[in-house]
Nanobody, 115 residues
């Protein structure tokens, strides 16, 4: 079991940047996969980016080249760097951790991209 706490969301203008953080309550070194989903109003939750223990990362086509996922094992924290933000990136962003076949979720952090 693990508790996840996201931070770093906010209001940003189109073209701007944010860095989201996900702090875990335990070591993330051996957690099989961690990453980020997002959910916009009226839409289903969608995968944004993920990182596995092997170091492999994957991201949605809609964010490739703009968003970057990274991990700091020493701080038990996963990050999502969001660059070149667009209004369609507006959503609640959720951190997740896959442990023993189960996904654990944070409470989410709101990202709003608007001029």
């Amino acid at each position: 079991q693990v508790q996840l706490v996201e931070s770093g969301g906010g209001l940003v203008q189109p073209g701007g940047s944010l860095r989201l953080s996900c702090a875990a309550s335990k070591s993330i070194f051996s957690i099989y996969a961690m990453g980020w989903y997002r959910q916009a109003p009226g839409k289903q939750r969608e995968l944004v980016a993920t990182s596995t223990t092997s170091g492999r990362t994957n991201s949605a086509d809609s964010v490739k080249g703009r968003f970057t996922i990274s991990k700091d094992n020493a701080k038990n924290t996963v990050y999502l760097q969001l660059n070149s933000l667009k209004p369609e990136d507006t959503a609640v962003y959720y951190c997740y951790a896959a442990i023993d076949g189960r996904n654990y979720w944070g409470q989410g952090t709101q990202v709003t991209v608007s001029s």
